[in-house]
């Protein structure tokens, strides 16, 4: 589904991601991780279309995406989160969903004005999908609640109804277990792998709690760097020297 070859990101004198290459397949949930500087949120970055990338290629369902903006990304089905979630903290939870879906006819004040039927067809639609979506992540009983006063856990599933409300074709994870308690973490995990299994998406997974990533990724892709270090099943990365030396000079990876 996404293929990234020789990709490079310089910031001045600063080389972030350097002739960095992987793929992922369609499917999948693939991990990415690393020590911190090692690239990753700069690779997840330019996948998405917030940094141009300085050079190389980044190909999606056998298109060049290099360089497009995060919008046309949306439209291709790229959709990332972010380790700190972006709700719209006065707007309720139902209606952080209600928004994302694009080209709705009520956001025109003409067709609010002549077509006012068609406007009012789809909002309910739309509601409805939305409705299904929170009893999908088991949170409707927070459909009315105002996104800024949920906890850290419940924004991070809100993250996966918005997802899930933008028809994503390959989701960016961006630590989705950062500043999670226990309980709600494996209710994430448990909703990523249901969204795979149930509704066919792919995911890219950052994190850092590598028990999370060994009960939901395979591959692992590794990066230190700025480039790839090596990939494959988090038993064979556990036991890899060189991700031990990039880790913690030589210690364990846990």
């Known amino acids: ?122 909002e309910k639609e739309i509601q409805e999908r939305a409705e299904e979506s929170l009893e999908f992540l088991s949170i409707s009983h927070l459909w009315n609640q105002e996104a800024g006063n949920l906890s850290g856990g419940q924004k991070k599933l809100l993250e996966l109804g918005r997802t899930m409300m933008a028809d994503a074709k390959l989701v960016l994870l961006d630590e989705p277990g950062a500043g999670v308690n226990p309980t709600l973490l494996m209710k994430i995990r448990d909703m990523i792998a249901r969204l795979r299994s149930d509704r066919g998406y792919t995911f890219c997974v950052i994190e850092h709690d590598m028990d999370m990533i060994a009960s939901l990724c395979d591959p692992v892709i590794v990066m230190a760097e700025g480039t790839v270090l090596t990939q494959g099943n988090m038993n064979d990365i556990r036991s890899n020297p060189e991700v031990l030396e990039a880790y913690l000079g030589g210690g364990e990876v846990q």
């Open 1 to 122: 589904m996404l293929t990234i070859k020789n990709l490079n990101k310089n910031f001045g004198g600063l080389q972030a991601v350097r002739n960095c290459s992987f793929e992922i397949q369609e499917g999948s949930i693939t991990g990415l991780i690393g020590p911190n500087g090692a690239g990753k949120t700069t690779t997840f970055n330019m996948i998405a279309g917030e940094e141009r990338p300085t050079s190389g290629r980044i190909m999606f369902e056998g298109q060049e995406i290099s360089g497009l903006p995060t919008y046309e990304m949306f439209h291709r089905g790229i959709v990332r989160t972010f380790q700190i979630p972006h709700e719209f903290s006065k707007m309720t939870v139902l209606e952080n969903l209600m928004v994302v879906p694009p080209e709705q006819p009520g956001e025109s004040i003409i067709k609010n004005w002549i077509a006012r039927g068609a406007v009012m067809r789809r």
